[in-house]
C-alpha cells in the first residue's frame, strides 16, 4: 500500500520535474543559510562558517541527484522527455501533424467500423453455452446443396439419432396481436420442444417449453422476448400464466426469455410457440413439405461427421419405409448435411465480408505508406537536428526510441479521432447493409472492437516510425551538420519512391475491385426480370382471425379488396400473387406430368394468381391461354408453366393441353388431372443474378388450399411510393383489422434483392476513392520534395538554356515513371487479388479488360494531376534567383 | 554495502518521525541538528543523506511539508507528521523496541539462559 502510494507520487513526479528541481535548490539553499548563521553564531568567520556548512551538506549537486532518482523514475523520465518533446514537435508543424493524423484516422476508422461489422459474423462465436456444439442440419438435394428438412425427417431422426444431445425444427409464424391504432404483426417462430434446449439458453421468468407443449392439439402457449415483454407489457413478471390474444386465439404466456439473449436462426423473432405438428400424418401431407430449419447440439465427443453419417443412415431407412414418394418433392432424399450453426449463419456473406476487410486493411496500408512518406520527408529536414543530438552523445537506440514516441503520439492521435470515426461509420454500415446480414443487432463498438482499434493503432505507430526512424539514425552525423547533403537525399528518395510505388500499385488493386463490382452492378440491373417494374407498389396483406377460417371466405376478402384498390384514383391495375418475385419469397413444389408416369418433375416456383396477374405484371404469353375468372374452383383444374419449365418438360412436343397433378393431388391416381393451358416469360424469382425460373401458375381457388399471406400488386399512374396511405385504406375498409406489411415499391424490392453486391460496391467504391486520393498527394508529396530538393540543379538547368516545358516535361516524366511502374505492378496484384471476389461478380471475367482498362485511366489521369502542380513550380523556377541563395 | 544503507535508512526514517513527533513542525536543518543533539553527538549525519529520506517518507504520505518563516526569519522548507506518520512511528518504534530487547536477550550475562 505503502510502495503503491510511493509509486504513484514518483509517476506523478515525471510530469513536475522543472517544479521539483526548484524547490530542492531553494530547501538546500535555506538550509545553507540557516547553518551558515548558526555558524556564525558560534564565532566562526565568514568564509570558515559557509565550507563547514557546505562540506557537512555533502556536495549540493549530488544531494540534487540522488533526490532526483528518488523523486521519478529515471527510464520513464526519459519516456516522459521524449513524449514532451514529441508533442512540442507536433505542435511546431501544425500542418504536418494535422495530416498525418487524418490519414491514420481514416485508415484506422474505416478498418475499425468494417471489424466491428465483421467481428459478430466471421470471429466471435454465438452467445450461447458452448456454442461450437450447435449444429445446423439440412437434407441434401441431389446436387449437394441443402435443403430444409421435413417434419417427417425430423421426427425420425430425433427419435432415433444418438449423435444429438437435442434436436429441434423452427418454422416462421407471424402472428397478428390487435394494437389500440393499427393491428401489428410480429415476428416470431414455431418451434419443436427442444429449441431453447439445443441453444442452451433458458427462460429468464416461467419455463421452457417441454414435450407436452409440443404435441398434436396440445395446449396454446407462448414465450415472449424481454423487448416485447418490456413494450407490450411494461415487463410485468405476472405476465407468466396470463393469456395473450393473438390470431384470435388465446395463449398463455408461460415465459420470458433474457434480455441479452440473441436468436440468431429468426433475429427478429418477438415470440416462440410449439409447432405441434400430428407426427401420425401421411408422409404426403402438407406437414411433409420441405419447410422446417433444423439444429441440434452435439453430444459431447461427437464429430460432426459422425453425426453426419449417422443421420444419413436414419434418413435412407425412414425413406424406405415411404418407397412410393417420401415427401411431396417426390424422389428419396439424398443424404444429409451438417454445419457449424456459425459458419452456416455467415456462409451467405462471408465471402463479400472477407473482401470487404481485405479491402479496408489495403486502405490502411496505403494510409501508413502515405504517412511513412510524410515523416521521411520531415525527417530528410530534419537531418541536422539528429545529427546534432547524436554527436551530443545520443545512442542510436536513443533516437530510435525517441522517433518511435513521435509516430506513436501521432497514430495514437489518428487512433483517437479513428475511433470517433467508427462509431459514425457503424451507424452508417448497419444503415447501409443488407437485410440479410447476420447478426445485425450485435454489430457495434464494443470492447473487442475499441481493443481491436488499439492494437492496430499501436502496430500503426509502430510500423509507421520504424523505417523513418531507422533512417534517420543511420544518417552520417559528419555529413548531416553540413548543410546540404546529397548522399543521405538520395536514399530518401529511393524510399520514399518505392512507398509511392507500392500506394500507386495497393490504390490500382482498390480501383479494379470498385471496378469490377460496379460494372458487374450494372450488367446484373440491365437483365430483364421477366416482367415490367416500373411505376409499382407491393404490399403484403395477411389475413387474420377466426372469421376466415374457410377457404371461402378468405377468397372473398381477398377480391373485395382486389375490387377496392381498383377503384383507387390513380391506380391502373391490380392483382394478388401468393408469390411475389424479387422479395425474397421463396415456395417450390414438384409436379407430376402425365407424360412422364411414376416420376415427380423436379420442383418448380408455385404461384397462386389472382387473373389478370400477368396482364397487370407484363409478363408475355408464349403460347395457349392465360388464367382467367372462369378458371375457378368446381372448373378443371387451369395450370399455366414457364417458359423454362416448358421447354424443359416438352423439348419437342406442344405442353398445351397435357395434363398435370399439382400440389398435394401429385402421386394419387384418384385425383384429377389438371391441364397446362398456357406458357407464359421466365421471371427472376429468387435473384436477377440466378436463371432458376421453373414455375407454374393457378387462380387461388384452383390451388388446395388459398393462401392467407398475399401479395398485392399494384399498377399506378404517378410515383407509386405515394400511392402506398390511399392503398392501405381502401383494404382496410373490407376490414380494418388486416395487417399490412412489406410495402415497397418494385424498383425497391429489385435493388435490395441485390443487397448485398450493392453493399459490398458502396464500400469497395469508398475505398477506392480513400485509396486513390492517397495515392495521388503521395506522387505529390515525393514530386514536390523532390522538386524543392532540386531547386538549385533545376536553376543551374535553367541557366545552361533548359527550357520551362523541357523541365516540365523533365519533372513530369519522373513522376508518371513512378506512377506508371505502380500501375504495372498492381495490375500483377489485381488479378490475384480480384480472385477473392469472384462470388460477387456477375457477368464478367475477374479479369475484364474493359475493367482494368477504365481503371489504368483513372488511375493515370489523376496521377498526372497530382505531378503537373509540382511539375509546373519547377518550371517557374528562376535560375538567377536560385544560383543567387548558394 | 547496500544492505547496510538500507538498514540505515530505514533507522533515519524512524528518527526523522521520532523527531518531528516530539519537536512538532520542523525544517530539514532543524531535523539534522536535533538528531545529531539527541544522540548526544554520537552520531554524525551527512546532512545531505536526509533530504531523499524526507522525500521518500513525503512519497509514502507519512509526512507533510510546507514552507514558512523559520525562528530567525527565512524562508524554510517545514515537515510535519501527518496521521498515517504517527501510526508508521508507533508501529516501528514497537518493531525496534522487540528487536533491541531480542538482541539485549542475546547479549545479556549467560546465568540467565540456565
Given at each position: 500500500m505503502k510502495k503503491l502510494r510511493a509509486m504513484t507520487a514518483r509517476v506523478a513526479g515525471l510530469f513536475s520535474a522543472p517544479r521539483r528541481e526548484r524547490e530542492i535548490a531553494d530547501e538546500l539553499e535555506s538550509h545553507l543559510e540557516l547553518h551558515i548563521e548558526d555558524n556564525l553564531r558560534s564565532g566562526m568567520a565568514a568564509e570558515e562558517a559557509r565550507r563547514a556548512a557546505i562540506l557537512k551538506l555533502g556536495g549540493v549537486e549530488q544531494v540534487k541527484q540522488i533526490y532526483r532518482e528518488r523523486g521519478t523514475v529515471p527510464f520513464m523520465e526519459a519516456l516522459v522527455y521524449d513524449l514532451r518533446f514529441a508533442i512540442r514537435q507536433l505542435g511546431k508543424y501544425p500542418g504536418f501533424s494535422l495530416t498525418a493524423a487524418l490519414v491514420l484516422a481514416i485508415g484506422i476508422g474505416a478498418s475499425t467500423a468494417i471489424f466491428s461489422a465483421v467481428n459478430p459474423i466471421l470471429f466471435r462465436t454465438l452467445p450461447y453455452p458452448d456454442a461450437g456444439r450447435i449444429m445446423m442440419i439440412w437434407e441434401m438435394r441431389s446436387g449437394g446443396s441443402p435443403m430444409d428438412v421435413t417434419f417427417g425427417t425430423f421426427h425420425g431422426l430425433s427419435e432415433r439419432n444418438r449423435s444429438f444431445d437435442a434436436m429441434a425444427v423452427m418454422k416462421p409464424w407471424q402472428p397478428t396481436m390487435l394494437g389500440t391504432r393499427e393491428p401489428e404483426r410480429f415476428e416470431g417462430q414455431r418451434v419443436s420442444a427442444d429449441y431453447f434446449r439445443v441453444l442452451g439458453i433458458e427462460p429468464m421468468v416461467g419455463r421452457d417449453f417441454n414435450a407436452s407443449d409440443d404435441r398434436h392439439n396440445g395446449p396454446n402457449v407462448v414465450v415472449l422476448s424481454d423487448a416485447l415483454w418490456r413494450r407490450r407489457f411494461a415487463g410485468d413478471r405476472a405476465i407468466v400464466g396470463q393469456k395473450v390474444t393473438l390470431d384470435d386465439t388465446l395463449y398463455t404466456v408461460i415465459g420470458v426469455m433474457p434480455r441479452w439473449f440473441e436468436d440468431v436462426l429468426a433475429p427478429a423473432a418477438q415470440l416462440w410457440a410449439p409447432l405441434?405438428?400430428?407426427?401420425?400424418?401421411?408422409?404426403?401431407?402438407?406437414?411433409?413439405?420441405?419447410h422446417l430449419r433444423m439444429v441440434g447440439r452435439l453430444s459431447p465427443g461427437v464429430s460432426k461427421t459422425q453425426a453426419r453419417n449417422e443421420i444419413t443412415v436414419i434418413l435412407h431407412s425412414l425413406a424406405q419405409m415411404y418407397a412410393k414418394g417420401y415427401d411431396s418433392s417426390g424422389g428419396a432424399p439424398d443424404g444429409m448435411i451438417v454445419n457449424p450453426l456459425q459458419d452456416d449463419i455467415a456462409r451467405g456473406v462471408k465471402p463479400a465480408l472477407l473482401a470487404i476487410l481485405g479491402a479496408v486493411l489495403l486502405v490502411l496500408l496505403i494510409a501508413c505508406v502515405n504517412v511513412i512518406n510524410l515523416l521521411l520527408a520531415r525527417g530528410a529536414q530534419r537531418g541536422a537536428e539528429f545529427a546534432m543530438r547524436h554527436a551530443l552523445g545520443a545512442g542510436r537506440l536513443r533516437l530510435v526510441q525517441q522517433l518511435l514516441t513521435e509516430s506513436l503520439l501521432l497514430a495514437l492521435i489518428g487512433g483517437a479521432l479513428g475511433i470517433l470515426l467508427a462509431k459514425v461509420g457503424v451507424r452508417l454500415l448497419v444503415a447501409l447493409s443488407p437485410a440479410d446480414l447476420p447478426r445485425l443487432g450485435a454489430i457495434r463498438v464494443d470492447h473487442a472492437v475499441l481493443f481491436f482499434a488499439l492494437g492496430i493503432t499501436t502496430l500503426v505507430g509502430l510500423v509507421v516510425g520504424l523505417m523513418p526512424a531507422l533512417h534517420a539514425s543511420r544518417s552520417d552525423p559528419h555529413t548531416g551538420l553540413q548543410q546540404s547533403s546529397r548522399t543521405t537525399a538520395g536514399n530518401h528518395q529511393l524510399t520514399r519512391r518505392a512507398l509511392v510505388v507500392s500506394e500507386v500499385a495497393i490504390a490500382l488493386v482498390l480501383l479494379a475491385s470498385a471496378g469490377l463490382l460496379l460494372r458487374s452492378i450494372q450488367r446484373l440491373f440491365a437483365i430483364?426480370?421477366?416482367f415490367d417494374a416500373s411505376h409499382m407498389l407491393t404490399l403484403q396483406v395477411q389475413e387474420y382471425g377466426r372469421r376466415f377460417d374457410s377457404d371461402g371466405a378468405r377468397a372473398r376478402f381477398f377480391e373485395q379488396a382486389l375490387q377496392a384498390v381498383r377503384e383507387v384514383p390513380g391506380v391502373t391495375d391490380a392483382a394478388f400473387t401468393s408469390q411475389l418475385p424479387l422479395s425474397g419469397d421463396y415456395e417450390s413444389f414438384g409436379v407430376e406430368f402425365e407424360a412422364y408416369p411414376n416420376e415427380i418433375a423436379g420442383p418448380g416456383f408455385r404461384y397462386a394468381v389472382s387473373p389478370g396477374y400477368f396482364e397487370m405484371m407484363r409478363i408475355p404469353l408464349r403460347r395457349g391461354r392465360l388464367l382467367t375468372e372462369r378458371d375457378r374452383a368446381g372448373a378443371p383444374v387451369a395450370v399455366v408453366l414457364s417458359e423454362s419449365y416448358a421447354k424443359r418438360m416438352f423439348p419437342h412436343r406442344d405442353p398445351i393441353g397435357q395434363r398435370v397433378r399439382i400440389g398435394p393431388n401429385i402421386?394419387?391416381?384418384d385425383k384429377p388431372w389438371g391441364m397446362i393451358v398456357g406458357v407464359v416469360g421466365d421471371v427472376k424469382q429468387l435473384s436477377l443474378a440466378l436463371n432458376d425460373s421453373d414455375a407454374f401458375y393457378t387462380t387461388p381457388t384452383q390451388w388446395d388450399w388459398v393462401d392467407d399471406v398475399q401479395s398485392l400488386v399494384v399498377r399506378t399512374r404517378g410515383d407509386a411510393a405515394a400511392m402506398a396511405p390511399a392503398i392501405r385504406e381502401a383494404i382496410w375498409s373490407i376490414d380494418k383489422d388486416q395487417p399490412i406489411v412489406r410495402i415497397a415499391t418494385m424498383d425497391q424490392l429489385v435493388a435490395a434483392s441485390e443487397a448485398q453486391r450493392h453493399f459490398a460496391l458502396v464500400l469497395f467504391a469508398a475505398f477506392a476513392v480513400a485509396g486513390l486520393l492517397l495515392a495521388a498527394t503521395g506522387i505529390y508529396g515525393v514530386l514536390s520534395g523532390s522538386v524543392t530538393e532540386r531547386t538549385r540543379e533545376i536553376g543551374v538547368r535553367a541557366a545552361l538554356g533548359a527550357s520551362p516545358r523541357a523541365i516540365l516535361s523533365m519533372v513530369l516524366r519522373q513522376g508518371m515513371k513512378l506512377a506508371g511502374v505502380g500501375t504495372l505492378l498492381g495490375l500483377v496484384v489485381a488479378a490475384v487479388a480480384s480472385r477473392a471476389l469472384i462470388t460477387l461478380l456477375f457477368g464478367i471475367s475477374s479479369l475484364d479488360p474493359l475493367t482494368y482498362l477504365g481503371v489504368i485511366a483513372v488511375l493515370l489521369s489523376v496521377s498526372a494531376i497530382a505531378c503537373w502542380l509540382p511539375a509546373h513550380r519547377a518550371a517557374r523556377v528562376d535560375p538567377a534567383i536560385t544560383l543567387r541563395a548558394e | 554495502m547496500g544492505d547496510k544503507t538500507d538498514v540505515w535508512q530505514g533507522t533515519l526514517a524512524l528518527m526523522v518521525l521520532k523527531t518531528l513527533e516530539t519537536m512538532g513542525p520542523l525544517h530539514g536543518y532543524g531535523i539534522a541538528r536535533r538528531i545529531e543533539q539527541t544522540s548526544g553527538n554520537l552520531l554524525s549525519l551527512n546532512y545531505g543523506t536526509l533530504y531523499p529520506a524526507l522525500l521518500k517518507l513525503e512519497q509514502e504520505g507519512s509526512i507533510a511539508s510546507e514552507w514558512g518563516m523559520s525562528e530567525n526569519k527565512r524562508k524554510a522548507k517545514f515537515y510535519k507528521l501527518t496521521r498515517a506518520g504517527r501510526k508508521q512511528l508507533e508501529r516501528e518504534a514497537r518493531d525496534w523496541e522487540q528487536a533491541a530487547a531480542i538482541v539485549g536477550r542475546f547479549l545479556a550475562p549467560s546465568g540467565e539462559r540456565a
Open positions: 405441434q405438428y400430428d407426427p401420425s400424418l401421411p408422409p404426403d401431407g402438407r406437414e411433409w413439405g420441405h430483364p426480370p421477366g402421386g394419387h391416381a | -
